[in-house]
């Protein structure tokens, strides 16, 4: 049994910096909705995560990981979401973690999978409000800042830096020879988007790799991936693809 207490667990800062912004963004947009939906995330990520780890008779459950994964698919989905959409993509996002396993750890970011699900079968809107991307840019300081806490505490710079700067670049090129919507990709709530998933989703810890060099491919993998998709697809998946091709690149890695 781990001596460290709560709070100085990784999963404790990624969920502080999680529901301190679902607090800012909540009050600055006075939308009620986005706390409904939440609750609805929280409720079925857990409740669906208790299932499956009696079912496959785990001796010790903490549902830290659902209920992150439950904060940033409601942080992600639109507030104008259905609840039972919002519950759906939950359970998909939590099956997909206890299904799909390789060495008892999920093989793709829940929470991606589940959205990315979401998109494929309900078309959901995905505004990324707890982002602050419908909020003055001043707001992205507070990401920055949890996000800055969450990347620390799990040792992912070099992940977060080579995912960014290559995805920041390659949207630059694009952009300079008007390649799809790379422009759009510099504004919000596009900007927001990918600083959030740089700093909450790209450093989960138990679907991406530990070595500095390893991080570095990993993000530089993403970045890749991702800015392809939305150069010549657009819409809202690719990030979420990027980020799947890249845990399956690393189970892959590992196994050789």
Known sequence: MSTHPWHKKPKSYVIISLVGMLMIAAIFSLDIKGIYNTIIALVTAVGIDLICSRLGKRKKWLPDGAVITGLIIALILSTATSWYIV???????????????????????PAAFGLLLSILFFQTGQSWWGAFGDLPVWTIGFL??????????VNKFPQVFAFLSVYFLLLFLMGFVHVGEAADAFRPPFINASLFFALFMLTDPPTSPVSNKDQVIFGLLSAIVGVVIYGFFG??????????????????????
């Open 235 to 256: 819409g809202l998946m690719y990030l979420f693809i990027g980020l799947l091709i890249s845990n399956a690149y690393h189970v892959v890695r590992s196994r050789t």
């Open 87 to 109: 519950a759906i993509t939950a359970i998909m996002a939590i099956v997909s973690k206890h299904l799909l396993v390789y060495k008892k750890k999920p093989v793709f970011n």
């Open 144 to 153: 920055l800042l949890g996000g800055y806490a969450v990347t620390n505490r």
